[in-house]
């Protein structure tokens, strides 16, 4: 069976079943059935599909996990864009023609500004749909210029010919491309303020799906590795030194998101099995950490998204607070955290492979880093005015939790901690994945 119809097929089955306004459950039975689907009608062996199987069941799952975020009265307006999301990432996986993976990334690209203004009365969240879709329409002629201009030199649209291709004009526009898509400095401009002017619906869609189908296609390229270098310190130095002094949580995330991905990108930037390992399970532990801290920070903070106000989660839910510190322990490398885990793997193989100087920039970029992660700790247990916003939590009344919310926020902890304990599980999942590709 061709996964590449069998997906669509299945995606725009989805699509409709919620324009007839089907009920959630319903929906989770869809989309758990079609992992099933998947799974049982694919060989898992050492070819092209493996390496699919693995990526696209996380999509899936991640996918399931932010449908189940939503509030029930937007899951109506949001829901449908949410499965074209996943719909265009499984495609963008599948692909092996650029025109058909830029048909793939619009369909992304264009739900995403939707999701992003789909309030239109907020000014904040319309200005951020129009700064995405301007800047977005600029990367995505970068990238038609690229594929015309590898077209124009090579008769071909084959993602695979273009990979064997080691340095070109077409392929330097293509990858320029994908970058501004995963964020990565320079081509960063519009994260912050997208971010910002995003709301948690919104965000949690745009710092995961996007980011796993996108780099997935850049792994595709097989992109020399002097151009990703020069992305990687880019996004080291900025994502470290831009967040410093922020006071607003999801700025924090945008920044956190860009230092993140020069990580990421220093392990592709190797091109060898172990850096493309390394960095698909950073990719996937940094996905689920955020979406777990996004889940929390939604549930218990203001419209305002003030640092400051996690100094109320002690007065508020010290079991909330616990794993609010557990994520940033684990997003800042501190050990035993996941987070330690995946960016030693990240530079043991940077240093192996003798990017000594890219190494030790990532080191100290970690450090500092590391600063405005302790420091959202440190505001959580010392604040001074923390007993102001436990009596503001207390006279305006707790929160009431979801069901689907509390039993997703639980599967991701659980998940969080397994992987901390016990990281060989998705290293042999990664592994069996990637060994596909080489």
């Known amino acids: 069976m061709n996964y590449f119809y ?24 869809l989309t758990i059935t079609l992992i099933l689907l998947i799974l049982t009608n694919c060989e898992v062996d050492l ?12 999509i899936l799952g991640v996918g399931v996990s932010i449908y189940n975020f939503l509030q029930p009265k937007t899951i109506s307006s949001v829901g449908v864009l949410l499965l074209s999301v996943i719909l265009a990432s499984l495609l963008i996986v599948s692909t092996n023609n650029l025109l058909a993976l830029y048909i793939a990334i619009e369909l992304q690209s264009l739900s995403l500004f939707i999701i992003i203004a789909k309030e239109r009365s907020s000014i904040n969240k319309v200005e951020a749909a129009l700064k995405y879709f301007v800047l977005s329409s600029i990367s995505s002629g970068i990238f038609l210029m690229g594929t015309a201009i590898f077209f124009c030199n090579y008769g071909t649209c084959n993602i695979y010919d273009l990979s064997i291709d080691y340095i070109s004009v077409g392929k330097i526009l293509i990858i320029a491309a994908l970058l501004f898509k995963l964020a990565a400095a320079p081509l960063h401009v519009w994260v912050p303020d997208v971010y910002q002017g995003c709301d948690y619906n919104s965000l949690i869609i745009l710092g995961t799906l996007p980011k796993i189908s996108i780099l997935v296609a850049l792994i595709n390229l097989l992109p020399n590795n002097k151009v990703v270098l020069i992305t990687v310190i880019f996004s080291l130095i900025v994502g470290c030194i831009g967040a410093i002094n922020q006071t607003n949580i999801k700025k924090l995330l945008a920044y956190s998101g860009i230092i993140n991905m020069g990580f990421i990108l220093l392990g592709v930037s190797t ?13 996937l532990i940094y996905s689920v950490t955020f979406l777990c801290f996004i889940i929390l920070v939604d549930l218990f903070t203001s419209k305002k998204d003030s640092i400051s106000e996690f100094s109320g989660f002690l007065g508020i839910n010290k079991t909330v607070l616990i794993t609010i510190v557990f994520l940033m322990f684990s997003f800042a490398g501190i050990p035993p955290f996941a987070g330690f885990f995946i960016k030693w793997m990240v530079l043991a193989n940077a240093i192996s492979s003798q990017f000594i100087f890219t190494s030790l920039v990532s080191i100290l970029c970690a450090i500092i880093a590391g600063v405005y992660y302790i420091r959202i700790v440190k505001i959580s247990y010392f604040q001074v005015d923390r ?16 069901y689907n919310k509390s039993i997703i926020l639980g599967l991701i902890v659980f998940l969080i901690i397994s992987l901390t304990i016990y990281p060989n599980l998705i290293l042999s999942i990664v592994h069996l994945g990637t060994l596909s590709i080489y």
């Open 6 to 29: 069998f997906e669509f097929f299945i995606g725009i089955l989805l699509l409709i079943s919620l324009l007839f306004y089907l009920s959630p459950p319903i929906i989770n039975l």
């Open 387 to 402: 007993s102001y916003y436990m009596w503001k939590e207390a006279l305006i009344g707790k929160r009431e939790i979801n």
């Open 47 to 58: 070819g092209q599909n493996s390496w699919n199987l693995v990526i696209k069941l996380f």
């Open 271 to 283: 091109n060898s099995f172990v850096g493309i390992e390394s960095s698909m399970i950073y990719l």
